[in-house]
């Protein structure tokens, strides 16, 4: 291979090296605007209250999800640390809870207020009681600018 060609190649290879490291190109893909933070703000607050009021079926109408939902359980006592689940829907979400409901408990509980940021709503949570759960968190995507749910965290108070 001529040297020429060869310079070309390896150079050509340093800028793709760069690009791909480059943290001023990865940036802008990563940032969230300030609206659509507030967006993601009210969608994991809505959501939150709806785990709360048992009405997570009301938000399929227009669904804040792409294709489906996933539900991360984290036991406070328990061996089985984590529960992982999907679901196609907030109907199979809400009806996969209540089958496991003994007498309307576990209770359910969330924070009033939340921090979002890169993907992720936090819920504050300041104590625990025995047979409750409590919305943790959830993660959202963008598309086209819009948060879409991605994941719900719930932290079971055992």
Aim: charged share 20%; aromatic share 8%.
């Amino acid at each position: 291979m001529p040297n020429n060609i060869r310079s070309l190649r390896s150079r050509v290879q340093g800028l793709v090296l760069a690009a791909l490291l480059s943290p001023a190109l990865a940036l802008p893909a990563l940032a969230e605007t300030p609206a659509q933070r507030e967006t993601a703000t009210r969608l994991a607050l809505q959501i939150s209250q709806d785990f709360v009021g048992k009405t997570l079926v009301t938000q399929d109408q227009e669904p804040p999800y792409l294709e489906q939902v996933a539900l991360v359980i984290k036991h406070s006592l328990s061996e089985n640390e984590f529960e992982r689940k999907s679901f196609q829907s907030l109907r199979a979400l809400e009806a996969w809870l209540q089958h496991r409901e003994i007498d309307g408990l576990p209770g359910r509980n969330s924070a009033q207020s939340t921090t979002c940021k890169q993907g992720l709503c936090r819920f504050e949570i300041t104590g625990l009681l025995h047979n409750n759960l409590y919305f943790e968190a959830a993660s959202y995507v963008y598309l086209n600018g819009k948060p879409y749910l991605k994941t719900i965290y719930l932290l079971d108070g055992d």
